[in-house]
Each structure stands twice: as C-alpha cells, then as structure tokens.
C-alpha cells in the first residue's frame, strides 16, 4: 500500500483535487483510499445519537454499522494522536492512499498551489514534495510541475510515481 500526500494551504484545492482522483484511479482498477487529518474539534457524532451517549458514558470505541457502510470511532484519551503509519494500519488494503493534512510527514507528496493566493510555494522547505500542482505557470522549480487544471496528467504521474500498474490499460 503506497501512502502518497497531497499537501497545501488552505484554499488552495487539495480536496477538490483529492475527489477528482479517485475515480480517475478506479477507472484504471485501482483502489484508493483517504486519509484527512482534520482539525481538532472535529466530530462525526452528534449529540442524541446512540453512538453519543456510547462515548460520552465512557466506550473507548464505538463501531456504527449499517447495510451501506460502517465507522469506527476510537477515543484517544489520555493517548497520544495516532501517527499516519498507525492511523493507515487500520485500512483495508488498497494500492495508494492519498494523504492529506499531514504537510510534516516524511512521504512523497504533491503540493497544490494557487499563486493567486499569495502563499508561499511549501516545496522550498519540504524534500518530500516531488511535484507540484498550480494553477500558472512557476520559475526554477526544481521538481516536475502539473497543472491544476488536468487532473488525469497529475493521475498519471502519481500512478508512474508511485510504480503502480493499472488492472486495465487504458490510463486516466
């Protein structure tokens, strides 16, 4: 399983690039998974909820199934947060997980930019970022850089990247 991180400022697209890949990775029988780290008051459990009470009366996990999906809900306590190799452990296996939020760890990552948002480029401080994605064009880059606007190209070269081989031979 390759772990392969998005990384970039907020607003920059990182989500809308990260939804537009994924099936562009199945449509070549490749499965891919997520991995977002959110910010910390984040929750996917609502008050009133059975799976609520569960927690709030102390349940160091929760699992919540139906016929169409099932969630895991695991409390940290007193715990430290779980690292992204811990955190992808818990995946069913996949041939690339896209990471994104996690700009300090040390995986290949491609960096989505937006000059027009006034942002530094992340990829002058960060050996791991071996390609970048921007909206214009950028001078003296040092590593490959893809456009924004073609998710299939940035499809491509994370596949090529990460030595993947597509189940079919039609590319994104």
């Known amino acids: 399983m390759k772990l392969f991180g998005i990384a970039g400022w907020s607003g920059s697209g990182k989500t809308s690039l990260v939804t537009a890949l994924l099936p562009l990775f199945a449509e070549v029988g490749l499965r891919a998974s997520t991995i977002k780290h959110a910010h910390h008051s984040f929750d996917v459990d609502q008050p009133g909820k059975d799976s609520y009470e569960h927690r709030r009366a102390g349940a160091a996990e929760v699992l919540v199934t139906s016929s169409q999906r099932w969630v895991l809900m695991h409390e ?3 715990e430290p947060e779980p690292t992204l190799v811990q955190l992808a452990s818990h995946l069913s296996p996949a041939d690339v997980v896209l990471v994104e ?3 300090r760890e040390p995986i290949d990552k491609l960096e989505v930019h937006r000059p027009e948002l006034g942002k530094p480029l992340l990829q002058c401080d960060d050996p791991h970022i071996v390609a970048v994605a921007s ?3 950028l001078n003296n880059l040092p590593v490959p850089q ?3 606007d073609d998710p299939p190209a940035i499809a491509k070269f994370i596949i090529a990247h990460c030595g993947l ?8």
């Open 165 to 172: 081989s597509s189940a079919r031979t039609e590319s994104p």
């Open 101 to 103: 939020g996690f700009k």
């Open 76 to 78: 940290n306590g007193d």
């Open 146 to 148: 893809l456009s924004l």
């Open 135 to 137: 909206t214009g064009p």
